[in-house]
């Protein structure tokens, strides 16, 4: 008999589960990110309107998702369908230096609560020639993250060979919070050849 009633009990306190990567996400200064949040509950029985997401930043709710409305910050998006079946990942576009921070995912079904938080943090990797910033010609992939805890990023810059300058120079720049100075490239453009490719790992802890 009790055993029966303890098993009862944990089924209904396990009904809704909310999952995030454990380790900070990293988004690429400029691009967009996913922050991960994946909710398990009863799918086959679930009621549409007694599901509440919501994803919160500071003291702000960038989205929230609740008895089929959304309404949503504009540089986010949350994909309704895919939350109604148990993936609440929150897209957000042009990853600032004031994104980084916590981010909570907070699931509500049927009175019942749950939030998870996730840590985003930034790199940015700048490009100059002759000291000012370029942004066009510059090709920066997504951060992957090693399974050491450390980022990989590549970022590419493309110099046409015949308009190169006698003395240009090329800096980039990577910056995150992790590293306590920014790591500095410099190159003699005439030096480099068609395109350069400086490799970087970044620690994240
Ligand atoms: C959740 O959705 C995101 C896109 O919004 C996708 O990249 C990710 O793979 C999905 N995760 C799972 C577990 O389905
Ligand atoms: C990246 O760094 C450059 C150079 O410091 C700065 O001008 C730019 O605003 C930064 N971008 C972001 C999104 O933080
Ligand atoms: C960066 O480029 C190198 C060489 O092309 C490749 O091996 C590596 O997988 C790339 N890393 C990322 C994060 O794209
Ligand atoms: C982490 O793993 C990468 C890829 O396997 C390796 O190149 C790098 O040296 C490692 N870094 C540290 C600090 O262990």
Redesign the pocket.
């Known amino acids: 008999m009790t055993s029966r009633l303890m098993s009862v009990f944990l089924l209904s306190a396990g009904a809704l589960e909310v999952t995030v990567p454990s380790d900070p996400e990293t988004g690429m200064a400029g691009s967009s990110v996913l922050l991960p949040c994946i909710f398990s509950l009863d799918f086959q029985r679930l009621e549409p309107k007694s599901l509440s997401v919501r994803w919160i930043f500071g003291n702000k709710v960038l989205a929230m998702f609740s008895g089929k409305d959304l309404t949503s910050d504009g540089r986010v998006m949350l994909n309704t369908e895919a939350a109604m079946k148990g993936n609440a990942t929150l897209l957000l576009y042009d990853v600032k230096v004031e994104d980084q921070g916590t981010y909570t995912c907070s699931m509500e079904y049927n009175g019942e609560l749950q939030q998870k938080d996730v840590v985003l943090r930034e790199v940015n990797v700048t490009w100059y020639r002759n000291g000012k910033i370029i942004t066009d010609d510059v090709v920066t992939g997504k951060p992957r993250r090693?399974?050491?805890g450390?980022y990989d990023v590549n970022s590419t810059l493309v110099v046409i060979l015949s308009k190169i300058m006698k003395d240009e120079m090329a800096e980039c720049q990577v910056e995150h919070v992790t590293l306590e100075t920014l790591i500095k490239e410099n190159f003699l453009l005439a030096q480099i050849g068609e395109s350069n490719r400086p490799h970087f790992?970044l620690?994240h802890t």
């Open positions: 090693e399974g050491n450390t790992r620690a």
